[in-house]
């Protein structure tokens, strides 16, 4: 696996380590592309403070300190930067006005509310709510067809403890989005290693089986989870039992 496009940094108030720890790890795992997508800040009311992002006013330093690490490195691994972005149709073109201010190479789609995270619910707590799942995959297909996700982050997040066929009825939609879209679904290194619902059989077995395409992101909350895929136990047999083969993991950026 050459890249990587799923890093987070401590300015999301989950993650740890340095942005030089990240580089480091990754230099030693053998990846020449390294993207840099923290969780995106976003234009919530003044009152709202989100405990799992940064804030807007972090984007410049953010930026500046990527840009220095970049040049610093650029002899042994290519920098990007990036954004894993909560998609909402009330505050996504506001964000993405602040976002075109500075240096930016990709975002991914990482939809972990619906509608958003002042009004909306979580979508990994675990539910046997048909609505909840419906709005998760209309929410999430809405911001695909924006087209400027280069992809879909754990796109399995959703954690719907109701009956199989519901769960297929909606989450085909979804895959046959990613296919007629063309953007790749993410199998999640971190929901391995963390032990989460995801990634899960249910719905890799169904998008292999329609023709989606895959990426592999670390989605590295501490540098010693920046890991090529046969560092991570179970994983490989994963892949093998779904015939998933993601190849050298490097993908066409969308233009924000």
Known sequence: MLANYHTHTTRCHHAVGTEREY???AIKQGFQILGFSDHCPQPYPEDFHSGIRMRMSELDDYTSTLLKLREEYKSKI?????Y?????????EPLLAELRKFPLDYIIQGQ???PDEVYGFYTGAPTSNEDRLKAYVDTTIEGMQTGLFTYLAHPDLINFTGRDDVYEEHMERLVDASVELDIPLEINIYGFTDGRNYPCDRFFRMAASRGARFVIGCDAHTPKLILQPE?????KKFLARHDIDVGDNILDLRKV
């Open 23 to 25: 580089i480091e790890a």
């Open 231 to 235: 560092k991570v136990r179970g994983l």
């Open 78 to 82: 290519k920098i990007l930067i990036g």
């Open 84 to 92: 894993e972005v909560e998609y909402s149709e009330k505050y996504f």
């Open 112 to 114: 972990h509310y619906v």
